[in-house]
């Protein structure tokens, strides 16, 4: 009788650790989304943005389900994070990833990307 008690706290003790396993809740892997712990962050850039520079005019739209996609410009599409005050732009079928400083301003209207490089693209809400 002793030996079935000790087996049934044991398989309630095993049955208690696997299910408090941990929870990963800001990254998107490839094709699997969960949501972000800082999605009202990744809100303020839904929609579609464009950028005027000079003989260049780049657009970029955000999606609800964390997706972007740009035209006339490197990043191509893919899916984006926002993580430490940065912008994570993962392009899709590619390892390539933009992490790129930003703030918003004028009503979360317009927002600025800054380059390490000390280069800036200035994108107004459409």
Do not use: A
């Not at 712990?37 to 579609?48: A, Q």
């Not at 970029?60 to 996609?69: G, H, R, V």
């Not at 940065?86 to 899709?92: A, Q, R």
């Amino acid at each position: 009788m002793k030996r079935q008690i000790v087996i049934l706290l044991l398989v309630t003790l095993l049955v208690c650790v696997g299910l408090s396993g941990c929870q990963q809740t800001s990254i998107r892997n490839n094709n699997k989304q969960n949501i972000p712990n800082n999605k009202s962050e990744l809100d303020r850039f839904l929609g579609s943005w464009v950028c005027d520079k000079g003989l260049y005019n780049y657009t970029i739209n955000f999606f609800s389900d964390y997706k972007y996609q740009s035209f006339n410009h490197v990043w191509g599409r893919g899916s984006y994070d926002v993580k430490n005050g940065k912008l994570i732009l993962s392009m899709d079928n590619s390892n390539i990833v933009y992490t790129i400083d930003y703030y918003f301003s004028n009503n979360d209207q317009v927002f600025t990307l800054s380059y390490t490089n000390g280069d800036t693209l200035v994108f107004t809400k459409r």
